[in-house]
């Protein structure tokens, strides 16, 4: 049994299918998220910022949609409205007061977040002989990596 205290909220994982739906939902809330930053950024740093949010937030929903057809190739059934979404999400939703720092560096500490709970992922998966999940569980978990090194450099 996984447990994550990430943020606010303490969650049981009992299932690999109950991990990929909350998975689903903190990828929904970031893809909310990123395109609240994207629209609104501002200062010097708005060109930079608005073309990087709008990549970040396309490469989630593609990761929000091959995570819930893995959970429904598994035979479970992926939360699909904002209520649900909010409901299971680790992560909270975009304030509307940030400004470009703390944007990016909440999207540091989301991205931190959804890859500690993607390597409980993995490890239940592994543990549950399913070597699909882990695999794609793994190469997400890298890709937030990269774009929180490459976030925490750009902050300096």
């Not at 998975?23 to 998220?33: D, E, G, H, M, P």
């Not at 994207?38 to 937030?57: D, I, Q, R």
Request: aromatic letters at 8%.
């Amino acid at each position: 049994m996984a447990k994550t205290t990430s943020n606010s909220k303490n969650t049981q994982t009992n299932s690999v299918e109950e991990l990929l739906n909350r998975q689903v939902a903190n990828l929904n809330v970031l893809y909310v998220k990123i395109h609240n930053y994207h629209w609104y950024v501002k200062g010097s740093s708005f060109y930079t910022l608005h073309a990087k949010f709008e990549e970040l937030y396309n490469e989630i929903t593609l990761k929000m949609d091959e995570i819930a057809e893995r959970l429904l190739a598994l035979k479970g059934s992926p939360s699909a409205t904002l209520k649900e979404y909010l409901e299971l999400s680790s992560i909270h939703e975009a304030t509307g007061n940030e400004d470009a720092p703390k944007m990016v560096q909440t999207l540091i500490e989301d991205f931190a977040t959804v890859c500690e709970e993607f390597q409980e992922g993995i490890e239940l998966a592994e543990s549950s002989s399913d070597q699909p999940t882990a695999d794609l569980l793994i190469g997400y978990k890298a890709d937030l990596e990269k774009h929180m090194w490459m976030l925490r450099s750009y902050l300096g």
